[in-house]
């Protein structure tokens, strides 16, 4: 089991930053990959971004591609999420969660983060 806690989130208005801390659990959390998803009312989670065990990979969103940044400390078993340049449609809670590879889909994701909320002012 890992257990996975979300923080960092909270209210910016458009054009700040955030960056989202993800804190793995249990069992390491180095041997996962790691994903960040987004779920605003109304809506179905989608994906943000995914990275690999070692850093090496990196995918991301159309929307957020160049705006927002995933990185991971495995010495420390947290998994970041720069978010710049924030926009009013990027309000939703994020989700950090674990898996075998760096898929795109949540459901391949076995853990998951009980969620923080981001929101954007215009």
């Known amino acids: 089991q890992v257990q996975l806690v979300e923080s960092g989130g909270g209210l910016v208005q458009a054009g700040g930053s955030l960056r989202l801390s993800c804190a793995a659990s249990?069992?390491?959390?180095?041997?996962?990959?790691m994903g960040w998803f987004r779920q605003a009312p109304g809506k179905e989670r989608e994906f943000v971004t995914t990275?690999?065990?070692?850093?090496?990979?990196?995918y991301y969103a159309d929307s957020v591609k160049g705006r927002f940044t995933i990185s991971r400390d495995n010495s420390k078993n947290t998994v970041y999420l720069q978010m710049n340049n924030l926009k009013p449609e990027d309000t939703a809670v994020y989700y950090c969660?674990?898996?075998?590879?760096?898929?795109?889909?949540?459901?391949?994701?076995?853990?998951w983060g009980q969620g923080t909320q981001v929101t954007v002012s215009s």
């Open positions: 249990g069992r390491t959390g180095s041997m996962y990959a």
């Open positions: 969660a674990a898996g075998s590879g760096i898929w795109r889909t949540a459901r391949a994701y076995d853990y």
């Open positions: 990275i690999n065990r070692s850093a090496g990979s990196t």
